[in-house]
C-alpha cells in the first residue's frame, strides 16, 4: 500500500520540487495533498487523515511544532523539512525526530522514506512528539527530557538524573542518579552534539558529564561527580574544560 502523504511549506517552489521529486522516483508515496501555511495544514491533517506529512519547520502563521500542538491526536508519521537552521536542527535531533534539509537531497529524502517502516509504530512517534512539546515549554534545560528510540520502544530520561555519559566505540552508556545504566547504540559524538547547549561537557573522549553532578574540581585534573566517581579532564580538553567549569 502506499503512503498517503500531504507536503506542507510556505514556500510554493518548494511545495512543488518535493513533489516532483517523489513523483519521479518513488512509488511509495501517495501526495494527496499540498498545504502552504500551519492553518491550512490542520485542515487538510484534519480531513485527509495522511499516513505521513513533510511538515516545514518555520512558517509564518505557525511553525511546524505549533502546528502539531494544535492536534488533539498524531495518528501519522513526521518527517520534517527545514533550512539549514542550527536550532531548529539540533532541538529535531535532540528529540530524536526524523528530518530533511533544503535544498533537498534526493538521496537524504529516499534514507528518510526507506526509514518509515521501522519507524511505522505511530504511538511511539505519538509519545516522541509528545515528548519534544513538552520540551520546548520547559524553562529549565535540565527538566527536558532525552528520548532515546529503541527497538522495544522508547527510553526517556530527564537530563537532571544523567551524571554523566561514556562512549565506548559505537555505544554510549548513560551513568543515572539512581544507579542504574541505559545503553545507546549512538555513538559518545552524537550525544555532545545534541546535549552540548544544555549543561553537559565532553571532558575527554570518553565522558561527557553533567554539570550539575559535578561535585569538585580535583588537583589531578579529575571531575568529582555525585555519584562518587571520578572522571578525567584530558590534556587537549583542560583550557576548555577549566573554563566552562569556571563559569558554571
Not at 520502544?153 to 555505544?171: A, H, P, S, V
Not at 555513538?187 to 550539575?212: A, P, Q, V
Request: charge should be neutral.
Amino acid at each position: 500500500m502506499k503512503l498517503r502523504s500531504i507536503i506542507v511549506d510556505d514556500n510554493l517552489l518548494n511545495i512543488e520540487v518535493l513533489y516532483d521529486l517523489l513523483q519521479e522516483t518513488n512509488e511509495k508515496i501517495e501526495v494527496i495533498g499540498k498545504a502552504s501555511s500551519g492553518t491550512e495544514a490542520l485542515s487538510m491533517i484534519k480531513s485527509l487523515q495522511p499516513d505521513l506529512v513533510f511538515l516545514d519547520v518555520e512558517m509564518p502563521d505557525m511553525n511546524g511544532f505549533e502546528v502539531l500542538a494544535s492536534l488533539e491526536t498524531i495518528d501519522f508519521q513526521t518527517i520534517f523539512v527545514t533550512a539549514h537552521s542550527h536550532y531548529a536542527i539540533q532541538a529535531i535531533r535532540f528529540n530524536a525526530l526524523d528530518y530533511i534539509v533544503k535544498p533537498i537531497n534526493p538521496t537524504e529524502l529516499f534514507k528518510a522514506i526507506r526509514r518509515y517502516p521501522s519507524n511505522g509504530d505511530v504511538s511511539l512517534h505519538q509519545d516522541q512528539i509528545r515528548t519534544a512539546l513538552n520540551n520546548f515549554n520547559k524553562k529549565d534545560t535540565l527538566d527536558q527530557v532525552l528520548f532515546l528510540p529503541t527497538q522495544e520502544g522508547g527510553i526517556k530520561m530527564l537530563l537532571r538524573d544523567i551524571i554523566k555519559i561514556e562512549g565506548d566505540r559505537n555505544y554510549s552508556t548513560f551513568h543515572l542518579a539512581n544507579g542504574k545504566t541505559k545503553i545507546s547504540s549512538k555513538t559518545l559524538g552524537h550525544f555532545e552534539d545534541i546535549l552540548k547547549d544544555k549543561e553537559f561537557f565532553r571532558c575527554h573522549r570518553s565522558f561527557l558529564i553533567n554539570s550539575y553532578h559535578i561535585k569538585a574540581l580535583q588537583k589531578n585534573n579529575h571531575f568529582l561527580l555525585s555519584n562518587g566517581s571520578n572522571v578525567p579532564i584530558s590534556r587537549r580538553r583542560k583550557k576548555e574544560a577549566l573554563f566552562w567549569f569556571s563559569n558554571k
